[in-house]
């Protein structure tokens, strides 16, 4: 929170972030959420976040993009997204995919070949 704070005293045009739910207990993930989607809303401030956590990211962002071993391998907007059966499955724990089985995973995903 602090480092957000400090960026945005600087009144800058993008505010970039990487993993900022990282080690973050989900109550406050969901806050500072919230006060990230209610900046870019009323401030109208751009913000690039970059997150493993598909589930809340797509809940606040306008636009998603997937990126594996360096690649954007699919993007669109976040209803989009969360509506894609391969997303569900591998991101955001729908599906009744075995985890275990790695050479299943790779197969699966169709955008990897």
Not at 52 to 67: D, K, T
């Amino acid at each position: 929170m602090l480092a957000i704070g400090r960026a945005l005293v600087t009144q800058p045009k993008l505010l970039m972030l990487d993993e900022p739910s990282l080690g973050l207990a989900p109550f406050l993930v969901e806050e500072i959420f919230g006060i990230l989607q209610k900046i870019n809303r009323e401030e109208g401030l751009s913000v690039l976040l970059v997150e493993q956590n598909a589930l809340a990211a797509l809940e606040i962002v306008s636009q998603g993009y997937l990126i594996e071993n360096g690649r954007v391998v699919m993007h669109g907007t976040a209803e989009v997204l969360k509506s894609n059966s391969d997303i569900q499955e591998f991101y955001l724990g729908g599906g009744e995919t075995d985890f275990h089985n790695v050479k299943h995973y790779s197969r699966r995903k169709r955008w990897l070949s």
